[in-house]
């Protein structure tokens, strides 16, 4: 004879469903696999959400001289020392500068300055900062990535001066619009909000642009004394 096969439940042949406890845990298990679904579900939404707001924020924050005009109103400011004009802070950096760009956003935030604008000198560094939401803006005209890396943007070689005098050139397009503008370099710190003594100053000596030198000012007889630092003006 054959052995009698096991119950194929519980003891006694009573199904494992008619256990209450069971039953709870059949709740529980599609419970959390219905949570898990909701959770995939969401996640792909927001994704999907989040991939779409980017590339309208960054069609929005892009383009040529008109759209980068056209993104300055919502930043500038009206300057209290010159009435009927616009005052805008502008910082400038490729890739390489991007941490450094974001410190500079954190020191205007310290000081309450708003009326600022990052110009992204790459589509990369753009996006990074999009990405933490900073005013920025890159003009499509100023690309530099194709030719400016890590190690060429050494102190005095071409790269170098390529990269300054296209700062010159991303202020010269704000100021086309109309609007003043105070440039700093990303890795300049300030303590305090210099506008209103650089304002003084021009209107002082009935001057149009107030720059640094590139040298001290007791040093009259360097080679570098008359020529105007890039990075603050």
Not at 6 to 29: K, M, N, T
């Amino acid at each position: 004879r054959k052995p009698a096969p096991p119950p194929a439940d519980g003891p006694a042949g009573i199904p494992l469903r008619s256990y209450p406890w069971f039953r709870q845990l059949a709740r529980a298990a599609v419970g959390l696999l219905l949570l898990a679904l909701g959770g995939l579900l969401l996640a792909w939404k927001f994704q999907r959400t989040f991939l779409l707001d980017r590339e309208v924020a960054l069609t929005r924050s892009s383009g040529d001289e008109p759209a980068l005009h056209a993104a300055l109103r919502p930043v500038a400011r009206p300057d209290p020392d010159r009435a009927g004009h616009a005052a805008v802070v502008v910082t400038a950096g490729n890739w390489n500068y991007r941490q450094l760009l974001v410190n500079f956003a954190c020191n205007m935030g310290r000081l309450g300055i708003h009326n600022y604008l990052i110009m992204a000198m790459d589509y990369p560094t753009l996006e990074y900062l999009n990405r933490r939401n900073l005013p920025a803006f890159y003009l499509t005209s100023a690309d530099l990535a194709p030719y400016l890396n890590a190690t060429s943007v050494a102190f005095g070689s071409a790269d170098f001066v390529t990269l300054s005098r296209q700062k010159s050139r991303l202020v010269l397009a704000i100021l086309n619009g109309g609007y003043d503008v105070l440039f700093s370099d990303a890795d300049v710190v300030w303590f305090k909000d210099p506008t209103h003594a650089l304002v003084a100053l021009a209107n002082a000596h009935g001057a149009d642009l107030v720059a640094q030198s590139d040298t001290r000012e007791d040093d009259r007889a360097a080679p570098l004394n008359h020529n105007v630092n890039s990075g603050f003006y």
